[in-house]
């Protein structure tokens, strides 16, 4: 989750088996729909940014040329 998630950006994060900060953080965004809106759109930024397909394929294509040159 860290890798997509920012704290207050494009979501809330809480430490595990903390149920008290996750009933907080629960409770702080369905108080408050810009937040949720504003985490959303920034949330789906970030995804489209680092997990788009022909992002994805082009670090694979890398991942495969540097393999190929230390053979």
Request: glycine letters at 8%.
């Amino acid at each position: 989750m860290r890798d997509t998630i920012i704290h207050e950006v494009t979501g809330l994060v809480v430490p595990p088996g903390n149920p008290e900060a996750l009933a907080n953080v629960i409770i702080k965004a369905l108080k408050n729909p810009d937040l949720r809106f504003r985490m959303g759109r920034e949330a789906r930024i970030r995804v489209a940014e680092m997990f788009d397909w022909g992002i994805i394929a082009q670090k694979y294509a890398g991942v495969y040329k540097i393999n190929l040159r230390l053979q």
